[in-house]
């Protein structure tokens, strides 16, 4: 029943800036983190940004200073703020969250997956 959409990908020209979204809803107790993961054609997929149910962060070592990872957590929602973007930022972006969810016999955890959204960076 926990479901992710992202939102706010599309096509922008180097340089730019785009903010994407990722609202969760549904039978959620906690939500334990929340993050990023992009994948390229061909390429694995990897991980962007990630921030804890605390509140820390982590960042991909080679897009740190560009990206930045922000949460709203009354409104279950993580946000991507991407700068400065580059031809090769361009992939299919995933939402990503660990959360334990609501069922008939208590709380179960797992990681719940968004259905991607599309940023392409090109002139």
């Known amino acids: 029943q926990v479901q992710l959409v992202e939102s706010g990908g599309g096509l922008v020209q180097p340089g730019g800036s785009l903010r994407l979204s990722c609202a969760a809803s549904g039978s959620i107790f906690s939500i334990n983190a929340m993050g990023w993961y992009r994948q390229a054609p061909g390429k694995q997929r990897e991980l962007v940004a990630a921030?804890?149910?605390?509140?820390?962060?982590n960042y991909a070592d080679s897009l740190k200073g560009r990206f930045t990872i922000s949460r709203d957590a009354s409104k279950n929602t993580v946000y991507l703020q991407m700068n400065s973007l580059k031809p090769e930022d361009s992939a299919v972006y995933y939402c990503?969250?660990?959360?334990?969810?609501?069922?008939?016999?208590?709380?179960?955890?797992?990681?719940?997956w968004g259905q991607g959204t599309q940023v392409t960076v090109s002139s």
């Open positions: 921030i804890t149910h605390g509140g820390s962060t």
């Open positions: 990503n969250a660990d959360i334990s969810a609501t069922r008939a016999l208590g709380h179960v955890r797992r990681d719940y």
